[in-house]
């Protein structure tokens, strides 16, 4: 078995990352819908709009602490002119003043305290004094006066409904559940969340010079960074992962491996996808299964294979480890959770290369608002992904200069 040498081969290859992206989502199945714990909800993707059983905040409330008034007895208030209000109460969370504020009257209020009847605005309590030391500087502990060295305000008052009202649609299907939307729909009044099922993902690692972490290493042999990398990718992606291990260069020990694969919904590998004579993962989907595309227009991690084997999506990953995270980052990823690649646009501090018919995803540095380049660019320099901060795209043909605007897609 070899790389396939036509000129017209029978499936796409060089497809741009965009295509590469669509091409796997599209073999990826539609996920049934459960319902689970908002405790377990974290990672996964939302099957539902989810509305809100109740208002928040719950009642009208004091954003600070200090005490609520009228604001038109308050608005005359200055340091060197202190209103005197009488206190006639108390209003704390969870234990509401039951009366209501009169003219010349105030009541002590806590942040996320209800608003009592009658009142209107709220003075912080950095601003007020007490009976005996009105001219001593602004520390409250007056038991029946206060003295307010600045008037009111109806700003620092929290109306209820004002973050959601209940029966309101605060959040749509397919948003992935991070750990402040799983807040949210807490205080939505959710205890449970319907989500899609986990994707479960096959995962194995190739190549007769992969060894497990831990063994003694012998020269030319490397540590399967690669398996446990994408691992780790894969659950902060919110996959459940189906662990196929490490298979030497052989068909045989491939085919042995992948058997291994029931019940998972995509197989994804790395290494074995290249152009080499015992690149055995290419030439199995070639000859003895489906390729939908062999090789990406983007540098690095081209050489990326999709295909199928018995009915079993399964994406080729390059075995040299940048490639294989970039690729998963970029393509991969988005795919699995259906949620876009999330870039912005930084300032260039540095040039960075661009490449006649691919796309670039050079590691860089972002400081001070800008991204200078990392340095060292090669798809085997494992470190540079722990030390960059970014990949910079360069687009097809192009190129950047120091101070071009630039896209950049945050690690």
């Known amino acids: 078995m070899s790389a396939p040498t036509s000129a017209n081969p029978p499936f796409p290859m060089h497809v741009s990352v965009a295509e590469a992206r669509e091409m796997l989502a599209a073999l990826l199945p539609e996920l049934e819908t459960e319902t689970v714990p908002v405790a377990q909800a974290l990672g996964r993707t939302l099957a539902a709009d989810l509305e809100a059983l109740v ?158 972490p831990g063994l003694p290493l012998q020269a030319g042999q490397v540590y399967d960074s690669n398996r446990v990398g994408l691992s780790a990718m894969l659950g902060e992606s919110g996959c459940e992962v189906i662990e196929l291990g490490h298979a030497p260069d052989s068909p045989a020990s491939l085919q042995a491996a992948i058997a291994g694969a029931g019940g998972a919904d995509v197989l994804l590998t790395s290494g074995g996808v290249s152009m080499g004579k015992y690149d055995f993962m290419r030439d199995l989907l070639i000859e003895r299964g489906r390729v939908s595309f062999w090789k990406v227009r983007m540098r690095p991690g081209g050489p990326a294979i999709l295909g199928g084997w018995n009915g079993l999506p399964v994406f080729g990953l390059p075995g040299n480890p940048v490639s294989s995270l970039v690729v998963f980052h970029v393509i991969v990823r988005p795919a699995l959770t259906g949620q876009p690649v999330q870039s912005l646009k930084l300032r260039a501090a540095t040039p960075f290369r661009g490449l006649k018919d691919k796309t670039a995803f050079w590691r860089g540095v972002i400081k001070d608002g800008e991204v200078g380049d990392y340095g060292p660019q090669g798809s085997g320099i494992l470190r540079s992904l722990s030390d960059a901060n970014a990949l910079v795209i360069v687009p097809e043909g192009g190129g950047v200069q120091a101070g071009d605007a630039v896209d950049v897609v945050l690690l």
Do not use: N, W
């Open 55 to 212: 208002s928040h905040p719950s009642a009208t409330e004091s954003a600070l602490d200090g005490i609520a008034a009228r604001e038109a007895d308050t608005l005359t208030a200055s340091a060197e002119a202190p209103v005197r209000l009488k206190i006639v109460g108390e209003s704390r969370a969870g234990m509401p003043f039951g009366g209501r504020v009169g003219a010349g009257e105030c009541v002590r209020i806590y942040t996320g305290a209800p608003l009592p009847e009658g009142a209107d605005a709220i003075c912080p309590v950095e601003q007020l004094a007490d009976e005996e030391s009105a001219d001593d500087g602004p520390e409250y502990v007056g038991p029946e006066y206060v003295h307010l060295l600045r008037p009111a305000s109806p700003a620092d008052v929290r109306p209820e409904g004002g973050d959601f009202r209940a029966g309101e649609t605060v959040m749509r299907a397919g948003l992935r559940l991070s750990a402040p939307r799983v807040a949210l729909a807490v205080a939505l009044g959710h205890a449970k969340l319907p989500v899609r099922r986990k994707l479960r993902v096959a995962l194995l690692s190739t190549g007769d010079e992969v060894i497990e």
